[in-house]
Antibody
């Protein structure tokens, strides 16, 4: 069974940093593209960042480019999101997602989500 | 960036109704489009990918189609479990983008 378990969320002051982690299991993690998607309270879904299976291709939403860094450790079946210079508008539930094998931008598994609150 | 314009934002329907949700891309995305269903407090669930391929385990009352840059999700006969919010998402080019969502309500 595929499982994606996010950790590292919480309350942080504006301008500070936070690192999210996602522990993956139940599938060959190193063979799949993985992404972060977020959802602000009461709002729609926003794609944040994605990384290819071998880390040679990464992408970012314009809203986080230059502030967030995505990375992965295939030896530990883990995905990370380093979030710097956090803003109140970054407050959201952050989901770790797994892409399909052939349509790696279509997310067939999602974590339960973790809340990040940016507030003074 | 590719913009995804989804309509309507809210849809009132009854059990048994045929429901149509539309998503328009601001430029060509070929068939690189997925549809998701989300219920309150839950993570989204993929219904359709590659514009018209039904995800394993998803009921056959859900279908997707494409015509140029316009994409459609159809629920052929709405069931009580289908009241939720639906999102389209393009994955043709970074940054990948979602539509604004369509809430299907009674």
């Amino acid at each position: 069974e595929v499982q994606l378990l996010e950790s590292g969320g919480g309350l942080v002051q504006p301008g500070r940093s936070l690192r999210l982690s996602c522990a993956a299991s139940g599938f060959p993690f190193g063979d799949y593209h993985v992404d972060w998607v977020r959802q602000a309270p009461g709002k729609g879904l926003e794609w944040v960042s994605g990384i290819s299976d071998s880390s040679n291709s990464v992408g970012y939403a314009d809203s986080v480019k230059g502030r967030f860094i995505i990375s992965r450790d295939n030896s530990k079946n883990s995905l990370f999101l380093q979030m710097n210079s956090l803003r109140p508008e970054d407050t959201a539930v952050y989901y770790c997602t797994k892409g399909k094998r052939t349509d790696w931008g279509a997310f067939d598994h999602w974590g339960q989500g973790i809340l990040v609150t940016v507030s003074s | 960036d590719i913009q995804m314009t989804q309509s309507p934002s809210t849809l009132s329907a009854s059990v048994g109704d045929r429901v149509t949700i539309t998503c328009r891309a601001s430029q060509s995305i070929s068939s690189w489009l997925a549809w998701y269903q989300q219920k309150p407090g839950k993570a989204p669930k993929v219904l359709i990918y590659h514009a018209s391929t039904l995800e394993s385990g998803v009921p056959s009352r859900f279908s997707g189609s494409a015509s140029g840059t316009e994409f459609t999700l159809i629920i052929s006969s709405l069931q009580p479990d289908d009241f939720a919010t639906y999102y389209c998402q393009q994955y043709s080019d970074y940054p990948w983008t979602f539509g604004q969502g369509t809430e299907v309500e009674i």
